[in-house]
């Protein structure tokens, strides 16, 4: 069955990278596009960004532009989210997630599978 | 501020009925389908409903979901303690991003 196993915690500083991994399996990295959606404590659930299966191409929510990198090892069916430039707002647990109808031209995410979340804390 | 707006709680005895709503405009609800995630203390969102009204496989049919125009609601009918979570409703908004409710924390009395 499919499933996505993420990366443990981290601890970092302000000003710092992070570079969290979703491992997937029970498919193929090509055959569904990881999404990430972050939740900060107490908090509700904000989209990050994913890939658009339709070009292949990573798309990323505006607000986090210039700061977030999403890309994929297909050789290893692992995917990675990097955020630079922490600050202590991005303390948040980070979920890797996909699914089987994804379709960011018709405006589908629907989010069937998740990753057990990462959890990035950022303190001087 | 969470896009799109939800009650921050709702309640209801076991055996009730217990509707959320979902609020949103005409570039994201208006435009494109609306998901239902349910979540629990300390775990992943789980896919609840998706494409406005329908149940992924092994959802109970308990949990129904409706859109009209900008607005889309929740349901949840004969209310059991296994419930008591905190549901998100979504949809794309065509300015490119997903957007999310802030979440209807419901408790079972």
């Known amino acids: 069955q499919v499933q996505l196993k993420q990366s443990g915690a981290e601890v970092k500083k302000p000003g710092a990278s992070v570079k969290v991994s979703c491992k997937v399996s029970?498919?193929?990295?090509?055959?569904?596009?990881v999404h990430w959606v972050r939740q900060a404590p107490g908090k509700g659930l904000e989209w990050m960004g994913g890939l658009d299966p339709d070009d292949g191409e990573p798309i990323y929510a505006q607000t986090l532009k210039g700061r977030v990198t999403m890309t994929e090892d297909p050789s290893s069916d692992t995917a990675y989210m990097e955020l630079s430039n922490l600050r202590s707002e991005d303390t948040a647990i980070y979920y890797c997630?996909?699914?089987?109808?994804?379709?960011?031209?018709?405006?589908?995410?629907?989010?069937?599978?998740w990753g057990q979340g990462t959890l990035v804390a950022v303190s001087s | 501020q969470p896009v799109l707006t939800q009650p921050p709680s709702a309640s209801g005895t076991p055996g009730q009925r217990v509707t959320i709503s979902c609020s949103g405009s005409i570039s994201n609800i208006g435009s494109n389908t609306v998901d239902w995630y349910q979540q629990f203390p300390g775990t992943a969102p789980k896919l609840l409903i998706y494409?406005?009204?329908q149940r992924p496989s092994g959802v109970p049919d308990r949990f129904s979901a409706s859109k009209s125009g900008t607005s889309a609601s929740l349901a949840v009918s004969g209310l059991q303690s296994e419930d008591e979570a905190t549901y998100y409703c979504?949809?794309?908004?065509?300015?490119?991003?997903?957007?999310f409710g802030g979440g209807t924390k419901l408790t079972v009395l």
């Open positions: 997630t996909t699914g089987p109808s994804i379709s960011v031209n018709q405006g589908v995410l629907d989010f069937d599978y």
């Open positions: 979504s949809s794309w908004d065509d300015s490119l991003v997903l957007v």
């Open positions: 494409t406005n009204d």
């Open positions: 029970g498919y193929f990295l090509s055959e569904l596009p």
